[in-house]
């Protein structure tokens, strides 16, 4: 089936990039997404990428994609302490309809003042 | 607009005791969702309504029930509560219409269960 994996645990100091990685297995995937999850909250989109797409940015947010190591990454330029959550990597083999989301361990993002 | 709500927030259950975890979404969405979200393991699908009067099983429905009331409720049932169900449990809701960036899964805040 498939199978996303992720380190789980990230430390930066503020102000540092902060690189979050991915891999997976479905080669069916389509949708590649990137969500946050604070304290306390459920998660919330952050950004998501196609799969015929290398390259996505989104102010701070540029996610990689390499189709070809089914990898991806998330980078967060300029972290601020406000950044520090657990981040998920999903993936989806549709975007419209009942859509079945396979998602990552989470990587939990420490940003040190 | 509230977005996805659930209730409880948190719940304390002896073993073999049962209860209700309710999920209830004002989005006019088609499709809801039950995860768990255990340490180490990411989110893992119960059980899931892809539309109004339909349900299935996810990656791990044993020892839960669902029903989808209405098209905004979507309610998941613990008939006799074991330890190994302590877990936070978050509902999701999605439009399920022709897709891109708004048609995503949107989540509600979560409701954490502990089993004694």
């Known amino acids: 089936g498939e199978d996303v994996e992720q380190s789980l645990f990230l430390s930066v100091r503020e102000g540092d990039s902060s690189v979050i990685n991915c891999t997976y297995t479905?080669?069916?995937?389509?949708?590649l997404y990137w969500y946050k999850q604070e304290p306390g909250a459920g998660l919330q989109l952050l950004t998501y990428i196609f799969s015929n797409m290398d390259m996505k940015q989104d102010q701070r947010l540029t996610v990689l994609l390499n189709k070809k190591d089914k990898h991806l990454s998330l980078r967060i330029a300029d972290t601020q302490t406000g950044d520090s959550a657990i981040y998920f990597c999903a993936e989806s083999p549709n975007s419209g309809g009942y859509q079945k989301v396979t998602f990552g361990t989470g990587t939990k993002l420490q940003v040190i003042p | 607009n509230a977005g996805v709500t659930q209730t409880p927030k948190f719940q304390v259950l002896k073993t073999g005791q049962s209860m209700t975890l309710q999920c209830a979404q004002d989005?006019?969405?088609?499709?809801m969702y039950w995860y768990r979200q255990d340490p180490g393991m990411g989110l893992r699908l119960i059980y899931y309504s892809a539309s109004e009067g339909t349900t299935d099983k996810g990656e791990v429905p044993n020892g839960y029930n669902v029903s989808r009331l209405n098209k905004r409720e979507f309610s998941l049932r613990l008939e006799s509560a074991a330890p190994s169900q302590t877990s936070v449990y978050f509902c999701?809701?999605?439009?399920?219409?022709?897709?891109?960036?708004?048609?995503?899964?949107?989540f509600g805040p979560g409701t954490r269960l502990t089993v004694l």
């Open positions: 479905d080669s069916s995937s389509t949708y």
């Open positions: 999701a809701s999605k439009l399920s219409g022709a897709g891109g960036l708004t048609d995503t899964q949107y």
């Open positions: 989005m006019n969405h088609n499709s």
